[in-house]
């Protein structure tokens, strides 16, 4: 299983295993930027419900619109596959 500083969240999906990578991105937008940026900051640049992207960055299991990705996706200037990763699952064959 990956592991790093970030709290990461999962979702199960029929088996398949999705990572979403926003606190990372985050921490690399404030790396770059040398500044501090907050959830709410992001979220209100995307169009998103605060609460609805502290619970991306940090409720395991919590699944989302793909509209959501797609905001994630313009604001951070990155492709989908920087944003969630797919992890394989013990129970694939």
Known sequence: MF??????????LGGIVLRFKVKE????KEFNEERKVTIAEVAEAC???RMTLTKICNQ??????TDNLDKLC?????KIEDLVLHM???KES
Do not use: E
């Open 60 to 65: 395991k299991g919590y699944s989302t619109v």
């Open 47 to 49: 169009g998103m419900n």
């Open 25 to 28: 991105l985050i921490a690399d």
């Open 74 to 78: 313009d604001y951070f200037g990155c």
């Open 3 to 12: 592991v790093n500083k970030f709290k990461c969240f999962f979702v199960l």
């Open 88 to 90: 394989p699952s013990d």
